[in-house]
């Protein structure tokens, strides 16, 4: 049997060198998920601007922030927090089986996923819905980013506009 400092220092060489192809396929899926997904940190954060403004008393938006999960997807969970409630828009970057990357969203509303995959006309390249979840070409982030920013506009205006309705009505 070799020696006890050879078994060691074998098995921390082969340990270290799988820490490096993990962390360098980890860099790479996050790499390429920030790229894909860049138009939509890009509204988040502009839209989360403005709710952070001075005098600005409608909400906040959080989980802009991309990680990776540990089925080795790009994830954001972006909240949108207004006064009276929230709502999660769930984004998820990462590969498909046979090695194509994709984009699937949840939280989105049905007239919302109807805008991403309209209809039955949908082709693979457009997307395809999957349950409540709805599954994107990785090339589509900034048609993402429209549907998003609609979301996120519709949310706090129909807060203020709800609120305003009661305090006429009382």
Same mark, same amino acid.
């Given at each position: ?6 078994? =060691? @220092? !074998?098995?921390?060489? !082969?340990? &270290? &060198?799988?820490?490096? !192809? *993990?962390?360098?396929?980890?860099? =790479? %899926? ?11 940190? /890009?509204? %988040? ?11 600005? &008393?409608?909400?906040?938006?959080? #989980? ?6 540990? @089925? ?5 969970? &972006? =909240?949108?927090? #207004?006064? @009276?409630?929230? +709502?999660?828009?769930? $984004? =998820? ?10 984009? *699937? $969203? ?8 109807? !805008?991403?995959?309209?209809?039955? *006309? ?21 048609? %993402? ?6 979301? $996120? /506009? ?7 506009? +709800? ?8």
């Amino acid at each position: 049997m070799p020696h006890t400092t050879e078994v =060691k @220092d !074998r098995f921390r060489t !082969r340990l &270290a &060198a799988a820490d490096a !192809r *993990s962390n360098g396929f980890r860099q =790479k %899926l996050l790499d390429d998920g920030t790229r894909a997904l860049q138009p939509v940190i /890009e509204v %988040l954060n502009l839209m989360a601007e403005v709710l952070n403004e001075e005098h600005n &008393a409608h909400g906040c938006i959080t #989980g802009t922030e991309l990680l990776i999960d540990t @089925d080795n997807f790009v994830t954001l969970c &972006a =909240k949108l927090r #207004g006064v @009276d409630s929230e +709502q999660k828009i769930k $984004i =998820k970057y990462g590969p498909e089986l046979g090695g194509k990357n994709y984009i *699937s $969203i949840s939280g989105l509303h049905q007239r919302y996923n109807e !805008r991403l995959v309209p209809g039955s *006309s949908a082709s693979a390249h457009i997307g395809r819905v999957i349950g409540s979840d709805i599954h994107l070409d990785e090339h589509r982030g900034a048609d %993402l980013a429209e549907v998003v920013r609609d979301v $996120i /506009e519709d949310f706090y205006v129909a807060q203020i506009e +709800q609120r305003s309705h009661f305090a006429v009505a009382a």
